[in-house]
C-alpha cells in the first residue's frame, strides 16, 4: 500500500531579516566516503581536501523545515568533502543544494554563496517487509537505537527529488532517496545534541568570494538505517540528456554543455557513494550565521 504526497508546488515567501537565520523540522544527515578524485573536481583549487586513502567524508544532508524565514520547504545539501584552509581552518563543501522554494533559492545564492537551485520534492508512503536481525543483534542494535528499525512491517518514504531546468519545467537531474519511517509506537528519539557544521560556500556566478559560514544546531539525534540512493534509469537519463541538449544547441556550446554534464554526474557519484553513518535529526532547530569572507593560503606551504 502507498500513499502519495506531492509536495513539487514551487513556495514563495518572504520573510528572511537579519542573521542569524532559524530553521526548524527534522533532517537526514547521511555521512558516505567519497573518492578524492570525485570530491576534488567539486571544490576550489584554493582549498586542500581532507582525505585518507583515496577517500574524504561527504554525503547529504536532507531536511524538512516546517518553520525556517522562507516558510515550509524541503532541502537536499549534496556535500562533496571535507575541504581544508591551512592551517586550521576545515568545513564542509556543498556541490549542490536544491530546495522547492524560490525565496529559501534566491537568498542561498546570493547571501550565503551556494549553488542553490529549485526542484520538485515528491514524498511517497510504501508499507514494505523487513528481515528480522538475528537475536544475538538485537541488544547492539538497541543500544544504538536501530534496534526498532528492523520491525517488520516497516513504514517507508521514498522521496523523489527532480531539479528544474531554467528552460521550462523539464527535470535535469533525478534523484531517488527511500528513508525508514519511524513507528508511532516508538517514542525515543535520542538525546538531545548540540552540534556545529561549518561550511565553506561562494566561488560561483552570484557570489565570487570565497565564504565561510556555521550552521548550529540543537536537536534529538539517533543513528538509523541509511537510505538507499537510487538516480533516473539510464534509459530515461538519455532522453532527459537528449532533449535538453536539442533545446539548448543554439544558445551553448559544447564546452558549456559538458561542463554540465560532468556536474551532474559528479553530484550523482557523491550521492551513489558508500554510506557509512545516517543520523535523524528530530526536534531540530538549525541557527544560521551570516558568512564572512575567506583569504585563501598559499597552496605552495
Known sequence: ???????????????????????????????????????????PKEFRLVEAFGYTLGGFFLASYDDSPAGVFDELVVIAGLAWNPPTSCARWAAKVLVNSNEACDHGRKE??????????????????????????????????????????????????????????????NINLTTVVPALNEKWMGPAVKISLPSYSGHTEHNPNLLKYSCQIECRVRAVKPAVVSGPSPILYHDRVHYSDQRRCNTMDSTAKEHIDNGKNLIMSVMLSKPILALEFNCLKMQVEAPTVVSPSSRSS
Open 112 to 173: 550565503v554563496g551556494l549553488p542553490s537551485q529549485i526542484a520538485r520534492f515528491s514524498k511517497q508512503s510504501i508499507t514494505a517487509m523487513t528481515a528480522q536481525p538475528k537475536n544475538k543483534d538485537i541488544g547492539i542494535l538497541n543500544a544504538i537505537g536501530m534496534g526498532a528499525t528492523f520491525n517488520s512491517p516497516r513504514d517507508h518514504m521514498n522521496v523523489q527529488v527532480t531539479e528544474w531546468d531554467d528552460l521550462d519545467t523539464k527535470d535535469t537531474c
Open 1 to 43: 500500500m502507498s500513499e502519495v504526497m506531492d509536495v513539487g508546488e514551487i513556495k514563495c515567501s518572504s520573510g528572511y531579516g537579519k542573521p542569524p537565520w532559524i530553521f526548524k523540522g527534522s533532517a537526514l544527515y547521511q555521512l558516505h566516503l567519497v573518492k578524492a578524485e570525485t570530491a576534488r573536481a567539486c571544490i
